[in-house]
């Protein structure tokens, strides 16, 4: 019997076929561009055309009710061209002047919020949470939501001495950009997982187990065919939990969160930085995490308050020395953050230079 066609390796649509004309006929062609304000910027091409963009907050997570809000608008002023941007905000692309002020009436008018342009906050990369992963110790959606509420001046408006990118992982997978943003969440356990060991033999692979360990922490238990886990050895990273069901970590009371400062990814001035972990703990608090909220608004504030113009946070650390963030933004020093991985060698003082 002849097997039903299927299509299939046909890959994603051409993105050419979606680019507004004047975007087809300018392509690779753009000479300059101006940022009007926070939320608008006009591209202007070598043959002289123009396409201005309103970039429009999203809260990533959208309902296809929005998606069609946004196609309508895009339809209304812009002949049906849109895009989302990499940190998933709206961007609708406008070739007709006459069409810029009426749009950004109608998206006054139906609560959409324009900015994120510039030196300013734009959207938090974020992740699945509670909405979706099962290894989340954290959620992202409230967290975002909640931190974006709070800083919602600096996307519209408020500016600083370069961007600030905002980044939120739900657990160490760190799905995302949480290893090199200006500053950013990372959740974290704080326990060592538990096993059911009756489970084990049947739905965990013994090998992939032991090698899930960073810090070779786990060791078979032939006994229990199952396996063990030596506390001293682990740091509650849920890898283990990841590829073996059995093993239990989540923990809703003492669950909670990190935040690490300083990373970019550009080579704008300097080299792309990791972020550092700078507050190893500050509890859940759903729905509004008011702790976590205060503790980023708080560095950005002193951020604002100390940094040179177009100094990234990480750029700003380095010239005033980690002391000096520390004292300045008043963040408790623990010894959560003294590395003590394979290459902590090369993040240790090996230089009696340093402030007192
Ligand atoms: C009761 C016996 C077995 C159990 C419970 C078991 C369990 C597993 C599990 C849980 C995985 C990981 C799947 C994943 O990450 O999605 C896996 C992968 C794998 N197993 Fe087994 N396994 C068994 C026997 C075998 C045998 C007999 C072979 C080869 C002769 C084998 C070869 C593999 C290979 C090659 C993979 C990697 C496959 C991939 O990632 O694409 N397994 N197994
Ligand atoms: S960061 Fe972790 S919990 Fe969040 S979506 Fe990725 S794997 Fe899931
Ligand atoms: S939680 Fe991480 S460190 Fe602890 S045993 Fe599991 S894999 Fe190892």
């Not at 749009?103 to 006054?108: D, P, Q």
């Not at 990373?263 to 759903?286: A, H, T």
Request: charged fraction near 25%; hydrophobic fraction near 35%.
């Amino acid at each position: 019997m002849a097997l039903p066609q299927r299509k299939t390796d046909i890959g994603p649509p051409d993105y050419k076929q979606f680019l507004p004309p004047v975007i087809q006929k300018n392509y690779g062609n753009w000479k300059y561009h101006e940022v009007l304000t926070p939320g608008t910027m006009v591209h202007v091409g070598e043959t002289g055309d123009k396409l201005w963009t309103v970039r429009v907050a999203s809260p990533r997570l959208l309902s296809t009710d929005t998606i069609r809000e946004h196609c309508d608008i895009a339809e209304k002023y812009c002949d049906g061209y849109l895009r989302y941007t990499t940190r998933n905000n709206l961007e609708f692309l406008v070739s007709d002047e006459k069409k810029l002020e009426p749009l950004k009436k109608e998206l006054k008018d139906r609560g959409f919020k324009m900015g994120g342009i510039g030196p300013h906050i734009t959207n938090v990369v974020h992740t699945q949470g509670w909405v979706h992963c099962h290894s989340a110790c954290t959620d992202a959606s409230g967290l975002v939501k909640s931190m974006m509420d709070e800083l919602y001046d600096y996307f519209e408006s408020k500016k600083l001495p370069n961007k600030v990118r905002l980044a939120v992982a739900c657990c160490v997978n760190m799905c995302g950009a949480v290893h090199c943003s200006d500053i950013a969440v990372v959740a974290v356990h704080t326990k060592v997982p538990t096993i059911t060991h009756e489970n084990f033999k049947n739905m965990c692979e013994l090998p992939t187990v032991i090698g899930s360990c960073p810090t070779r922490a786990i060791s078979p238990d032939p006994a229990k065919k199952s396996v063990k886990i030596n506390a001293e050895k682990c740091m509650y990273c849920g890898n283990c939990f990841t590829v073996c069901p059995p093993i239990s970590i989540k923990d809703p009371e003492r669950d909670g969160v990190a935040i690490v400062v300083g990373g970019k990814v550009n080579s704008l001035r300097s080299n792309p930085k990791f972020s550092k972990l700078v507050i190893p703990y500050i509890s859940n608090e759903p729905p509004r995490w008011p702790k976590v909220v205060a503790a980023i608004k708080h560095i950005i504030e002193i951020y604002a308050k100390n940094a040179k113009k177009h100094e990234r946070i990480g750029e700003w650390i380095e010239r005033i020395g980690w002391e000096r963030f520390f004292s300045l933004t008043g963040i408790e020093f623990t010894f959560q953050a003294i590395d003590d991985f394979t290459f902590m060698r090369d993040t240790m003082r090996t230089s009696s230079t340093f402030k007192w």
